[in-house]
């Protein structure tokens, strides 16, 4: 999620609970007011009906529907205002209404009279439907504020955060080029943008040293490997006994494991760096077929029954050699860790490569084959990365990879899409 959508989020939801607890609130204190002040009103009414009894008016010509006056015993003690709901009849609505009743009681000229006065309560839901109707005229009325607001931020000051962001995307160590990010005026901004260029130029500095140290390393045992190699092979043909050639035969085994474990990890670099070329459209059912046929004779001589079903016409965006390693390592994976007589099942369409072989049960988790110098013990003589390299083009490519046993079948599915 964006970074403004998350703050719009956030001041939605802090404004959002304001405002509810804003209206618990009001709508306490506005019913708490209304009632003391329409109490105060009916005392104050009820003060002026007991004034005009002293001066003199006749009590049964002063009752009406809204007041009541009732004689009370003179030794009872004077009564003090008194407050509560009750229902009357309302004859404007010609109905019974809930109303506040105020009663209070006065000894005027020898008798004890009790006057009460009745007034329409303002209704719960009534106050409710008013402070809703309010609080969602203003949320909606700050909802469009926010959006507008927010919107103006995401144009004007996140415009230089957007565009380090679209620059930094755009860094490559093929380039070779540290960033240069432009000032934006926002402290932040720049701090986040000086420190983005220091560490641009340093990682620039430390792959170029990592890569000539690998690329060294590469060359100079690969030379004597290769003459390590050649003697190797003379003393091969020379007059030997069993013995030492079994030492021979050895020696010459680890020296080959040693050039390949070196070629392998030396591709594995170059992937994790991208500096393969661009991607560019390639036929990769002509490549499985190519392959197929080069590793024919190693599938017969493993008594192996191929059965494959090759969509033709697969184009994949992926660089030619690049492609060829991914294949040839899933199908020698497939060849190696097979057992005599067993299968191949190759099927490959526009979305998905899935090559299953029969083969013993894994000894530890398949999902960890997929790791640098995971191998079964069976196995020594296989370097452990052919699967890694598998995985690290998915993941430069975006394919997705999966290694699953379904005993007795190994499965490993690459999803193109």
Known sequence: MKLINIISLWFLGITLAALLIGTIV?????????????????DRQIESYAQRIEQGAPV???????LQIQ?????????????RDTLAYHDPMNRNETQLKASRSFKIDGKHYRISYYNLVVEADDITETIVLTMLTVFLAQLLFIGFFLWAISKKIFRPFHTSLEQLQQFSFQKNTPLKLTKSGVYEFDLLNTFLEKMSTKLLKDYRKI??????????????????????????????????????QAAFDSNERIRRIVKSLAILAKLENEEFESPEPMDFSEGMQQMLSRLEEVIHMHDLHLKKDIQ????LQIHP??????????????IKHNVDGGEIDILMDESMLQIRNSGKSPSFDPKEMLGRFKKDGEHQDSVGLGLAIVNQICKNYGFTLRYTFDKPFHSIQV???
């Open 71 to 83: 004689e009370l015993p003179m030794d009872w003690p004077t009564e003090e205002l008194w407050l």
């Open 211 to 248: 890569k000539e140290f690998s690329e060294n390393l590469s060359h100079e045992i690969q030379t004597p490997s290769a003459v390590v190699r050649g003697k190797l092979e003379l003393l091969m043909n020379e007059s030997i006994n069993e013995q030492q050639a079994a030492l021979i």
């Open 312 to 315: 033709p016409g697969v184009i």
């Open 60 to 66: 049964e010509k002063l009752q009406y529907d809204k």
């Open 26 to 42: 009001i709508y306490e204190k506005l019913g708490s007011e209304i009632d003391f002040e329409l109490g105060m009103e009916l």
């Open 321 to 334: 050699y690049v492609a060829e390693i991914l294949i040839h390592n899933l199908l020698t994976n497939a």
């Open 415 to 417: 999803q193109f899409r």
